[in-house]
């Protein structure tokens, strides 16, 4: 199971991108990379996923290098809704397998 | 349409007491998964059914802890005795297996107090 590394927290102010890289050196061939966003008292939901090089849509962008090992999400123009913990998953749910995340990271948005 | 659906969202009980926790994924779902987040950490992976296959319990703290998912529809976590430790928010995800990429759909879980 490919374990990932994510910055503990980051700070950051409102209109400001904000870029939170994970690490994943043992990503298998059948992975996909999956970013999640956790707000108090919520489940995780959703953002972005992507296989290789550079995912884009209405909330976010997720880029690839060529080796998979790392993956970088992007926020654009971030405001003070985004502050939420973000998870990087690495894993194939098609195949039934077990998925386990990382630690997260706390994203901290002011004024 | 519905999302996952937990209940109770919120429970409190005494030391000792045995607790059961629902999950209804969202309809379809194959999968479905459970996992366990005390109070500022990240998600603790428990438990993953997949349809009428043997379910993976790899993560199940101790004995204590069981669950079970008839066919493709609710899922049950019960804890028995519980512990101070125990206390957390437990979350339940589905998704489905029609494609390897397919994300996993959370509910926004049950919180367990043990006092």
């Known amino acids: 199971l490919a374990k990932t590394t994510q910055p503990i927290s980051m700070d950051s102010y409102e209109g400001q991108e904000v870029n939170i890289t994970c690490s994943h050196n043992?990503?298998?061939?059948?992975?996909?990379i999956t970013w999640y966003q956790q707000f108090p008292s919520q489940g995780p939901r959703f953002i972005i996923q992507g296989y290789k090089t550079k995912v884009t849509n209405e909330v976010a962008s997720l880029f690839i290098p060529a080796d998979r090992k790392s993956s970088t999400l992007s926020l654009p123009r971030v405001s003070l809704s985004d502050t939420a913990v973000y998870y990087c998953?690495?894993?194939?749910?098609?195949?039934?397998?077990?998925?386990?995340f990382g630690t997260g990271t706390q994203l901290k948005v002011e004024l | 349409g519905a999302g996952v659906s937990q209940s109770p969202s919120n429970k409190v009980t005494e030391k000792g007491k045995d607790v059961e926790l629902r999950c209804d994924p969202i309809?379809?779902?194959?999968?479905l998964y459970w996992y366990r987040q005390r109070l500022g950490q990240g998600l603790e992976f428990l438990i993953y059914f997949q349809g009428n296959s043997a379910p993976d319990k790899s993560g199940l703290p101790s004995d204590r802890f069981s669950a079970e998912r008839t066919g493709e529809s609710v899922s049950t976590l019960t804890i028995q005795r519980t512990q101070q430790e125990d206390s957390a928010v437990y979350l339940c995800?589905?998704?489905?297996?029609?494609?390897?990429?397919?994300?996993?759909?959370f509910g926004n879980g049950t919180r367990l107090t043990v006092t």
């Open positions: 998953l690495v894993g194939s749910t098609g195949g039934g397998n077990k998925l386990t």
């Open positions: 043992n990503i298998a061939t059948n992975d996909y």
């Open positions: 309809s379809g779902h194959t999968a």
């Open positions: 995800a589905s998704s489905t297996r029609d494609r390897k990429n397919s994300p996993l759909h």
